[in-house]
């Protein structure tokens, strides 16, 4: 392979070779063996292409003193963040590469950090064996000196590398020097939706490995669910004792193998035991889960149980330090799966930091281990070039998936190998899998692209709509390509791997995906994408909210070429906030079903191994959103997949008034090492008094007279509290300014901007539905009723909105019937349907009955539950990073909005609404393009209230909004509802 390069020394960087010079791959296990971690303060120098390097670099003599100085581990455009940042910027690309492709090439303008620190070796490590050096992850490629020696060099962002340095090491100071290439050969293969970052952004250790030590070991640890017992089988050098204390294992022959009685491991029953594997120079430690994974008859089979996964696709990253994580940011991650009910994450797309594995197993995730290869960007040449398919590249793939099978074989939690993502087809992807199967018998394996399935064991699917889903399930989807594969394809499982895109405002629809899941056992679940929005942390410079920080995503960095805010699609938000979306995942996927019904409560659990010993349940029962009696509820363990039927607990109450609804709440009895106790995990309600609850409101009011007066009052004039001008406009009400507008839009989300043709661009902003007119078409008094008919539309269209508005003075409350008519040629959808107010910013609390706590649509209400919520209008904002649509509260009965605790307005709906109440207009939350452009108006707060809002979807990518939670024009007939206000201060 010729060099691109202006110097051979360089001729690496563009080699599809995948290293020189480096180690066998293997697991760094904890060891007794020596080592010393080379994290903390390097000097650093960052050039802007290979010609600017230095040219000694590894010189022990280089004075390096007026270099920076820089922590490592860390990606190099990260640092100084927000305020002050030291080296160029993250740029971000969905598929496109920022480079041409031209592959193995890259571009000469290739930002190059040097690296340098000095070391001391440990004598004890010179006196015997040799001295690894270990880098966990170095984003792109790079090469190592020791003491002027050229060492080798590496490349595979997110796979260990290691380098014997024995050769060069001396008692006392070392000098280390290592310089990484943003751009490589190897970014082709690295080509995944996210952050181009760079740097050693993993940790450096040196370990001494003792002569006759234990390098490696491979754990095989089953579990016959049969005979109930455990089998265990250890790969080690020969002369190894293993250990096991806690199973009374001593022995000379780790090879076994050994039948011994067990505690399995499953994601939901983590039960780890230690094995130590000694011999007289060294001693390692791997805590081992026994489990047997099986596909059979198009099921996944964990110790011969059928599982469902319900997961989450997890990128690396955090909003200050990029792709470097801490330890407490992993635990963060598991908690919150944990907290929300997922069983099991997808690492995509690349191997994650070691720990992460570690955890996984310790609290309990079933892993899709995941290969660093995704070549996406060919795609946009209609695959031309593809290194998946060409032999040059065939070293550099099974490179790759041999180091991340060597270094993650003894994770219990990891449940399927996959060797990467969007990458087309190929011959060196086939090799991967045949490597991997001979290397690990135990686990399956997965990759989305082999459509044929000739070489994966699960059939693999991203954003399939519902109906196909179903198609598959019942064995009537379209066949193979080749007719040969398709026999075994339809003997597989099939897996969403990705679905459900939660960009900004969304995924909607979640229910009806589980729903099919939990009916068909072929379908074995999927994985959310994403888990969380990769924002990166900014300062707003100028205006109203200088100094505040907010997350920046694509193009905000000058990237000439970038994909906007495709990479803030998480279930959190950067900070990781959980949006609504996660609770709403939660209830869709909770452990246990709860029913509530003719004076019995059901729970069926939907757990696979463990009993629901570990749940308490709890009952509310609550009048009009209060809670009137609460208690604990005797609920027998439940056994896995198992139902139980209790009574429900005797209501000593008087009769209901109003409302009256029962909520039954699965939390846990005692806390676990991811929740306190009393954390909910699952709830189910039931309304006891049987006053309905009309999902769509009808209208009281006849359809407008088709000859109308368009009438004008002579003055202004007052009805009750209220205020009107002399076109019958509402201009106060008890005093306080308040206005009140027909309103169709919502500032558009992610999933509307995206719909494939459906939405947005093509639909709603063409008919001006963002910027309607209204004009008062009818006017008339009679006694103490003002009827006014207002007609709303946008320019240039002759498709009308009327609103019929009757008001009426009840005592010193106000009643509005309503009433909406579209007028002329409407099809489809419109975003929503209702009126809009502007009212004192000083009211600045929201109290309502309805769905909560959490922001809800038409497809996104599952885990919210009915009560009074209260939340100040702050709270009420759902702060996506890409600012759109967001804090609906639904079936709203009736709200009142407060100053500082003081009530200020109530208003009831005769039947329930949307409500939405914020700090600023729709049209400045659609002009935001991030979380601090958005400024409270001064003296006006904007309460949205709707007979309808279309659903969300997940069109961002993926099927749009289902027929039955879409707003469609045809619904609108006889819209309207009637609310009645009642002014509470003067
Ligand atoms: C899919 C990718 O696998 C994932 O990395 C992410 O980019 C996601 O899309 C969109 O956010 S691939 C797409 C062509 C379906």
Request: with cysteine.
């Amino acid at each position: 392979m010729s060099s691109s390069t202006s110097s051979s020394t360089h001729a690496y960087v563009s080699d599809p070779a995948p290293g020189t010079n480096r180690s066998p791959a293997r697991p760094a296990l904890p060891s007794s063996a020596g080592q010393l971690s080379l994290d903390g303060e390097w000097r650093f120098r960052l050039a802007d292409s290979l010609e600017d390097v230095t040219a000694d670099l590894g010189d022990p003599g280089l004075d390096d003193s007026r270099w920076d100085v820089i922590e490592v581990p860390s990606c190099w455009q990260m640092l100084g963040r927000p305020d002050e940042p030291r080296y160029g910027a993250p740029a971000y690309t969905n598929i496109r590469y920022p480079f041409p492709v031209d592959p193995p090439f890259v571009p000469e303008e290739n930002p190059t950090g040097e690296y340098r620190r000095t070391f001391e070796v440990p004598a004890a490590f010179l006196a015997d064996g040799r001295c690894l050096i270990r880098f966990e992850g170095v984003d792109s490629a790079f090469a190592v000196w020791c003491n002027g020696e050229r060492i080798g060099d590496g490349k595979g962002s997110r796979l260990p590398t290691e380098f014997d340095l024995t050769p060069v090491l001396r008692a006392g100071t070392n000098q280390l020097a290592v310089r990484v290439h943003q751009w490589s050969s190897g970014s082709y293969l690295e080509d995944q939706d996210m952050w181009w970052v760079s740097g050693i952004f993993r940790s450096v250790r040196l370990l001494h490995r003792p002569s006759g030590g234990i390098d490696d070991v491979f754990v095989h640890a089953d579990f016959d669910h049969e005979s109930g017992l455990g089998r265990l089988r250890v790969d080690a050098p020969a002369g190894a004792r293993l250990t096991c204390q806690e199973l009374g294992l001593d022995s000379v022959d780790p090879a076994g193998p050994y039948e011994l009685a067990v505690e399995p491991w499953t994601a939901e029953t983590p039960r780890l035991y230690s094995l130590t594997i000694a011999n007289d120079v060294e001693r390692v430690e791997v805590r081992t889960g026994f489990r047997t994974i099986r596909i059979d008859d198009g099921q996944l089979l964990v110790n011969g149980v059928p599982v469902l996964l319900q997961g989450v696709n997890r990128h690396e990253w955090d909003p200050v330090t990029g792709r470097t994580l801490s330890e407490e940011t992993m635990r963060r991650d598991i908690e919150l799966m944990k907290q929300h009910n997922i069983n099991a994450v997808r690492t995509s797309h690349y191997p994650p930091d070691a720990r992460f594995l570690d955890l996984c197993d310790e609290y309990g995730l079933w892993v899709i281990d995941e290969c660093d290869v995704e070549t996406h960007g060919f795609v946009m040449n209609g695959w031309r070039h593809n290194p998946s398919d060409d032999p040059a590249w065939r070293d550099a793939y099974l490179d790759r998936m041999q180091r991340m099978v060597e270094r993650d074989k003894n994770h219990p939690s990891i449940v399927f190998w996959s060797l990467g993502n969007e990458s087309d087809t190929g011959a060196n992807l086939a090799a991967m899998s045949e490597w991997t199967r001979r290397r690990d018998p135990g686990r399956p394996i997965h990759y989305e692209g082999n459509r044929e399935c000739d070489y994966v064991d699960v059939y693999s699917k991203m954003y399939d709509p519902i109906d196909f889903v179903e198609r598959v399930a019942l064995g009537i989807d379209p066949p193979t390509d080749d007719p040969a594969n398709d026999a075994r394809r339809r003997s597989l499982p099939y897996l969403l791997v990705e679905y459900a895109h939660a960009m900004g405002n969304g995924p909607g629809g979640l229910a009806e995906y589980q729903a099919l899941f939990d009916s068909h056992r072929r379908l074995i679940g999927g994985f959310i994408w994403e888990w969380i929005d990769h924002g990166v942390v900014l300062r707003q410079q100028t205006g109203p909210n200088a100094g505040q920080t907010y997350y920046g995503y694509g193009g905000d960095f000058g990237e000439p070429l970038h994909d906007r805010n495709f990479i803030a699609d998480g279930l959190v938000l950067p900070d990781r906030t959980p949006s609504p979306a996660l609770a709403d995942y939660a209830q869709v996927i909770a452990p246990v079903r709860i029913v509530v019904d003719a004076g019995i409560v059901e729970v069926r659990s939907r757990l696979a191994f463990a009993d629901t010993s570990h749940l308490a349940f709890r009952y509310y029962i609550s009048d009009d959103g209060i809670d009137v009696q609460a208690g604990d509820l005797a609920v027998p363990a439940v056994a896995p997949g198992a139902t139980v039927r209790v009574p429900m607990p005797t209501i000593e109450l008087p009769p209901a008034r109003s409302e009256r609804w029962i909520r039954v709440e699965a939390v846990l009895a005692d806390k676990t090492t991811w929740a306190p106790a009393g954390h909910r995990l699952a709830f189910g309600e039931t309304q006891l008094t049987d006053v309905p609850v009309p999902q769509r409101p009808i209208s009281t009011l006849p359809p407008p007279p088709t000859r109308r007066d368009p009438g004008s009052a002579d003055r202004p004039f007052s009805i009750g509290p209220a205020e009107f001008d002399t076109r019958g406009r509402l201009v106060r009400l008890s005093g306080h300014a308040v206005s009140l507008v027909p309103d169709l839009w919502r500032a558009t989300i992610d999933n509307d901007m995206y719909a494939g043709g459906q939405a947005v661009p093509t639909v709603w902003e063409p008919l001006g539905l963002h910027r309607l007119r209204h004009r008062v078409s009818h006017l008339s008094v009679d006694g103490d009723q003002l009827f006014v008919i207002i007609r709303s539309a946008g320019a240039a269209t002759d498709q009308l909105i009327d609103t019929s508005l009757v008001w009426t003075a009840e005592a010193d409350r106000l009643r509005l019937q309503t009433r909406f008519d579209l007028v002329g040629p409407w099809a489809g959808t419109i975003p929503r349907l209702g009126l809009r107010l502007s009212v004192p910013a000083a009211w600045n609390e929201l109290t309502w009955f309805g769905l909560g706590p959490h922001e809800t649509y038409a497809d996104t209400r599952s885990g919210a539950w009915t009560s009074r919520f209260r939340a100040s209008v702050d709270e009420l904002q759902t702060p996506y990073t890409r600012p759109q649509e967001n804090g609906q509260r639904s079936l709203v009965r009736h709200l009142e909005l407060a100053a500082d605790g003081t009530p200020a307005l109530r208003i009831d709906a005769d039947s329930p609404i949307s409500v939405t109440y914020r700090p600023w207009s729709t049209e400045a939350l659609e002009a935001a393009r991030h979380t601090a452009d958005l400024v409270p108006d001064p003296d006006r707060n904007w309460l949205h209230l709707d007979w309808a809002q279309h659903g969300v979807g997940s069109a961002a990518c993926g099927p749009g909004v289902l027929p039955t939670h879409a707003l469609t024009t045809n619904q609108v007939a006889n819209a309207g509802f009637t609310l009645t206000f009642h002014p509470l201060t003067n």
